[in-house]
């Protein structure tokens, strides 16, 4: 198995997850997302055995994901805070996505590692760890959203939502540069 | 790139994520809290009055009714609910706090719905049992409300003007017959004069002998400047009074609300006299004070309302 062919669907998989396009439905559905990342790392885990765990992580979330198809995550409603079951759904939902994330950075670390290309290992090495800051640090402030005045986080929020954009595109971009690599796994 | 990290990351996150729940649980209200008011009013004036409470920013209620003494009365604004929208319910709400809501319900007394008790023709109450949309009733101790069933004015004094600059009101009065005022008095003495403090301006060849020291309240003393005597101003007390004022004198009053008050008041400064022909009357000055409350005053309410109903 060529990693470039695993590589795509692992890019159009994240892509799905990440864009949502609403007509009634999200016809971008995510468990298909998730499945075509499940199905790339499938196809090169024999050679890689580190990616066993985002193997598993991939399919468990392709059924976690099924009721995203029909629900949006609840955006911060006018009348202020709901604690709501959907909350916590999607609060799982997407530390499980992270967790998986973390998963696809060792695999990336591991092929460029096998590549040889060392300028490019580091490379990605340094993008998995300025990805994991910038998603912990918006973790951690959006657990205080409820007991701050909604107004008074606007700044803060809209800052970390835009690094957290650029992290999403550096790290697609990552994942068509290792495509791009066309190495053979031995 | 270890798995620990992750972990730990994902444990701190974990950890906050419980800890904030937990804080913002604490925060809740059981029930909505009502502020304290402090309302005068003549049942003829039939005038609305509005009652505030906090409710929690996660579950904001309108009020449905209110039951006072028996008597149901009914909101006098509604909030208007269309069939066909799905627009989420908007609160209607007075100021937004970290937790929650300051809102409002406004109440009118229609005449023939009073029940009056006692002979002074005064209908006090301190409590109402208040039905939110969501169904919770509750009783709630909102200060204290007289509906006040006769209006004895005056034609010997008359208003000219009153005007209004954060804590301080003023009013001119001006006298169409000869008169003597022989005391000035606010409702509520105790809760309301703690936070009131009331003078009056008079022309100096109406006071014969000035009092050389004035009691002011010590919120007062913390907060304004005090000029000894400024422009012939002097706290209202007893030695003042009698006041002696021929027709076309005039009279000055300033109120000055204690800017750490946490209450509402629309109350009614009464002027009690004699006119030359010996009859007895008073005359009534409205006063109405809204508070501005800031997070830390609503930490306090909650604070005194919550520990009083433990006691």
Redesign the interface.
Same mark, same amino acid.
């Given at each position: 198995m060529k990693i470039d062919d695993a590589f795509l669907k692992i890019f159009w998989g994240f892509l799905l997850v990440w864009i949502d396009i609403r007509i009634m439905i999200d016809i971008l559905a995510d468990p298909i997302g998730f499945y075509l990342i499940y199905s790339g790392i499938r196809s090169i885990v024999s050679k890689i055995p580190i990616g066993k765990k985002a193997e598993v992580l991939a399919i468990l979330l392709v059924i976690f994901s099924i009721p995203t198809v029909l629900t949006s995550e609840p955006t911060a409603p006018v009348s202020g805070v709901t604690f709501s079951e959907w909350n916590w759904y999607f609060t799982i939902l997407n530390i499980a996505v992270l967790i998986l994330i973390f998963y696809m950075f060792q695999i990336i670390n591991e092929i460029t590692k096998q590549s040889g290309n060392q300028a490019f290992h580091k490379r990605a090495f340094r993008i998995g760890v300025i990805y994991f800051i910038v998603m912990f640090i918006t973790q951690i402030s959006s657990t205080f959203a409820i007991n701050l005045l909604l107004e008074s986080l606007m700044p803060i929020a809209l800052i970390l939502l835009i690094a957290g954009i650029i992290m999403h595109i550096v790290f697609l971009v990552l994942l068509d540069e290792v495509r791009k690599l066309k190495i053979e796994l031995d | 790139?270890k798995?620990r990290?992750?972990w730990i990351?994902?444990f701190?996150?974990v950890c906050?994520?419980l800890?904030?729940?937990l &804080?913002?649980q604490s925060?809740q209200l059981e029930q909505p809290i009502f502020l304290n008011h402090y309302y005068e009013t003549y049942a003829q004036h039939e005038s609305p009055l509005t009652f505030y409470y906090l409710s929690n920013?996660?579950e904001?209620v309108e009020v449905s009714y209110v039951t006072i003494d028996g008597v149901t009365f009914q909101p006098s604004i509604h909030n208007v609910f269309t069939m066909w929208t799905n627009d989420? &319910?908007?609160?209607n709400y007075e100021q937004?706090?970290?937790?929650h &809501?300051l809102q409002s319900v406004t109440l009118q007394f229609p005449v023939q719905d009073i029940p009056y008790a006692g002979k002074d023709g005064i209908w006090t109450f301190n409590e109402m049992r208040v039905t939110f949309t969501n169904g919770q009733t509750i009783d709630a101790t909102i200060g204290e409300v007289k509906v006040i069933n006769t209006l004895n004015d005056t034609d010997a004094l008359v208003e000219r003007r009153a005007s209004t600059d954060n804590y301080n009101k003023s009013n001119y009065l001006s006298v169409l017959k000869p008169i003597t005022i022989n005391s000035i008095t606010i409702p509520f003495s105790e809760e309301v004069s703690k936070n009131v403090l009331t003078r009056i301006m008079l022309d100096p060849k109406v006071i014969n002998n000035p009092p050389t020291s004035q009691d002011f309240p010590f919120w007062y003393k913390d907060k304004f400047d005090i000029e000894p005597n400024e422009n012939n101003v002097y706290v209202s007390n007893a030695n003042l009074y009698p006041i002696h004022l021929e027709r076309d004198d005039w009279i000055k009053l300033y109120t000055t609300f204690n800017p750490d008050h946490k209450s509402y008041f629309e109350f009614y400064i009464k002027l009690h006299g004699t006119t030359n022909d010996g009859e007895t009357f008073e005359y009534n000055v409205l006063i109405g004070e809204r508070v501005y409350l800031t997070q830390q005053d609503v930490n306090e309410i909650i604070a005194e309302k919550q520990g009083g109903h433990k006691k």
């Open positions: - | 790139m798995d990290y992750l990351g994902l701190i996150v906050s994520i800890g904030n729940s &804080y913002f925060k920013i996660s904001p989420p &319910y908007i609160p937004k706090f970290t937790h &809501y």
